[in-house]
């Protein structure tokens, strides 16, 4: 069984700065693309930042600048900076793994659950 356990969420004023945390464990054969997405009361999930196994980033133009994903492969851990935050980027942001298990012969998105970011004053 695979789970992703986020941390790092919480309450940060206007301009404040976040880190975000997501472990991958259980069963895992490979990992591809993890990523973090976000969703605010009202919208749709929307892609927020990627980073392939071989580092290779891709980031939603708003936050270009502001946000760094990395990861550690050796722990099957991303991460995201988060700088200069806004109102309305208050979410939930849910991290997503695309990731192969041995019993497996395709990889599969797997989510977490989410960790709420609050950006307010």
């Known amino acids: 069984q695979v789970q992703l356990v986020e941390s790092g969420g919480g309450l940060v004023q206007p301009g404040g700065s976040l880190r975000l945390s997501c472990a991958a464990s259980?069963?895992?054969?490979?990992?591809?693309?993890m990523g973090w997405y976000r969703q605010s009361p009202g919208k749709q999930r929307e892609l927020v930042a990627q980073?392939?196994?071989?580092?290779?980033?891709n980031y939603v133009d708003s936050v270009k600048g502001r946000f760094t994903i990395s990861r550690d492969n050796a722990k099957n851990t991303v991460y995201l900076q988060m700088n200069s935050l806004k109102p309305e980027e208050t979410a939930v942001y849910y991290c997503?793994?695309?990731?192969?298990?041995?019993?497996?012969?395709?990889?599969?998105?797997?989510w977490g659950e989410g960790p709420q970011v609050t950006v307010s004053s």
């Open positions: 997503n793994a695309d990731l192969r298990t041995p019993a497996s012969l395709m990889a599969r998105n797997y």
């Open positions: 980073i392939t196994s071989g580092g290779h980033t």
């Open positions: 259980g069963n895992i054969f490979s990992i591809n693309a």
